[in-house]
């Protein structure tokens, strides 16, 4: 009997030889599927069009925000401030409320309309066999061609830049799920809600940190870290161009709420989900100068390490030592959620 399949991503070389044989291209389709692009890219002529489909499956309060900034941030990745907005809203049997439809709606449009998107359809039904919502948008926006950003384009000897810290996104779900067992654990209530606030600050959203870094024109590539964490979104980007690179530990920002969390359930910061780490790789030339770009509009910018050839694969240097950077299919909050 076949071992069935994980909770998470799928295996990239799997993925990769199911993609290579079921997807389609033509010459319309500038970027189709491939691992670690963040969206398809399609020619229109004077113009490019840009989509993007994303699930949310992990979070249950505030789905609507999260659906709605997950799809934002892998197009703002491509240089493109999206436009319109569809979504699918699957319900749980037997738990389904008008009430839970409206929040999630309403979620999805104060969202939406926070980043210029218009919500212009989709699909609502209650599912058997579900135990909590899953929304799936659906993002289109439209790009000039010569503004396009890929993240297949990173270049040996960038420098790898990141947007705020680890586990982001991970540390305000953990918090928010399971609020009640981190009280038993003797967290306080403060801190509970500081994490549980990572959803709005610093922010699961790259929409700041994109648009500037594809304005200064001073980018290679963007990619957006989201499950899997950082360590997953560096195994991506180096498949999609081509490079490796050689990570610094100990330059990798982490705030104290993911530490903390991370240590009490055991997990590790670099693999678990991290919506709004925004990573660029910048020629070294520009580095100073976007980090620069990025703190005088208020968004965190580290450099991290440096884009290699990828013969030398992808490393991890702490303390002086290097070991394989590990790739996580199944993003470690799959250990509690």
Request: with cysteine.
């Amino acid at each position: 009997m076949t071992k069935p399949l994980p909770v998470g991503k799928l295996d990239m070389s799997l993925l990769s030889g199911l993609l290579a044989q079921y997807t389609d291209t033509d010459a319309t389709v500038v970027i189709g599927a491939k691992i670690g692009e963040d969206a398809a890219v399609v020619d229109l002529g004077d113009r490019y069009l840009v989509t993007k489909t994303n699930p949310i499956t992990f979070a249950t309060s505030d789905i609507g925000w999260y659906v709605v900034n997950v799809c934002v941030n892998n197009m703002v990745v491509r240089g493109v401030r999206p436009r319109w907005m569809l979504n699918c809203i699957l319900l749980p049997e037997g738990k389904a409320s008008p009430e839970m439809v409206e929040e999630i709606l309403q979620q999805i449009h104060s969202a939406s309309s926070q980043v210029g998107v218009l919500v212009i359809g989709g699909h609502t039904e209650v599912t058997a066999g579900l135990d909590r919502p899953i929304v799936v948008g659906h993002l289109l926006g439209e790009v000039p061609k010569e503004t396009l950003v890929a993240t297949s384009t990173a270049e040996v000897d960038d420098v790898v830049l990141v947007t705020k810290a680890l586990g982001v996104e991970g540390t305000a779900i953990i918090a928010s799920e399971l609020a009640g067992d981190l009280r038993g654990k003797g967290y306080s209530a403060e801190f509970i809600e500081r994490a549980r606030r990572f959803l709005h600050e610093p922010g699961i959203s790259v929409y700041a940190d994109a648009l500037i870094a594809a304005d200064s024109n001073l980018v290679h590539a963007m990619t957006d870290a989201t499950e899997g964490g950082l360590a997953s979104a560096l195994h991506e980007m180096a498949t999609a161009a081509g490079v490796g690179f050689i990570i610094e530990a100990e330059k990798v920002p982490v705030y104290t709420e993911t530490k903390r969390i991370c240590a009490e359930y055991n997990l590790d910061p670099f693999g678990l989900i991290a919506s709004g780490m925004l990573i660029m790789a910048v020629p070294e030339s520009n580095s100073d100068e976007l980090c620069n770009k990025m703190m005088a509009e208020g968004v965190q910018c580290t450099a991290i390490g440096t884009v290699t050839d990828a013969a030398e694969g992808l490393q991890l240097s702490r303390g002086g030592k290097c070991s394989d950077l590990p790739y996580y299919a199944v993003d470690e909050l799959t250990k509690l959620l």
